[in-house]
């Protein structure tokens, strides 16, 4: 799985401007088991670069992606991250692995339970489930020193960025289904975002009223 990363990272550093994987990040990809978050049918495949199925219409990101949005964030030991759309909870157990707490939210009941459940069972204390919606991200522990977004909205939630510190990223999706660029956005000293163009993505939908034009494709 390492190597087919490696191989993606190097095809795609002229636009993403990462060519190496932190040996930080490799490691924390290395011991999150991820066959534990793939569900019943895809569990063979789990080692693929590829999305798989957890349920509930679903997907958990390709190993490629998860690897490039973590090396975008930078995360460092001290850091407590956000993310919104917490899937089947395999994001947040990387960057449990990578910092020191991890918050994340999502939308559908079963799949909070279910990530909850497993972050509990796979020791990952440092990592905290709510259920609810990302848009209004999670205010009573902010600000964050990085947030990452794991499903594609039409534009930026302004909570988000109001719940990012100075020169945090925020690394999310950005634009309609079939036209979505992953994008890492940050703050200047006057809380500016500047919002940089990494990649083309394809992320399911951020469900949210204010995301409407997502919503009815
Ligand atoms: N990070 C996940 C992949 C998640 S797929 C993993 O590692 O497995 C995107 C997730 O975003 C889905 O679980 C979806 O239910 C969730 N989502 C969509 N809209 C949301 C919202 N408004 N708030 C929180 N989560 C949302």
């Known amino acids: ?27 924390a990809l290395l011991r ?28 958990l990101s390709q190993p490629f992606v998860v690897a490039l949005m973590t090396t975008l964030l930078q995360p460092a030991p001290r850091h407590r991250i956000l993310e ?4 089947s909870g395999y994001q947040a157990a990387v960057l449990a692995r990578l910092v020191a707490e991890v918050r994340s939210v999502e939308v559908v009941p079963r799949l909070a339970e279910r990530a909850a459940a497993l972050a509990h069972e796979l020791g990952c204390a440092n990592v905290f489930v709510r259920l609810g919606d990302g848009w209004q991200g999670w205010p009573e522990h902010a600000p964050y020193d990085g947030i990452v977004v794991t499903c594609g909205a039409a534009a930026i939630p302004p909570a988000l960025l ?4 100075p020169h945090g990223h925020l690394v999310m999706p950005l634009g309609p289904p ?15 975002p500047s919002v940089r163009e990494v990649l083309s993505v394809r992320f399911v939908p951020f ?8 919503r009815c494709r």
Do not use: K, Y
Not at 1 to 27: E, K, N, Y
Not at 162 to 165: I, K
Not at 207 to 214: F, G, M, Y
């Open 207 to 214: 469900v949210h009223e204010l995301n409407r034009d997502h």
């Open 162 to 165: 109001a719940q990012l510190q």
């Open 32 to 59: 999150v088991p991820r066959e534990r978050f793939a569900a019943g049918a895809s569990e063979e495949r789990a080692h693929d670069d590829t999305a798989l199925a957890i349920g509930d219409g679903q997907t």
């Open 178 to 192: 079939d036209a979505q660029q992953l994008c890492d956005i940050t703050l200047d000293a006057r809380r500016r």
């Open 1 to 27: 799985m390492l190597a087919t990363i490696a191989g993606h990272l190097t095809a795609t550093s002229w636009r993403t401007g990462i060519a190496v994987l932190p040996p930080r990040i490799a490691d």
């Open 84 to 87: 919104i759309g917490t899937g």
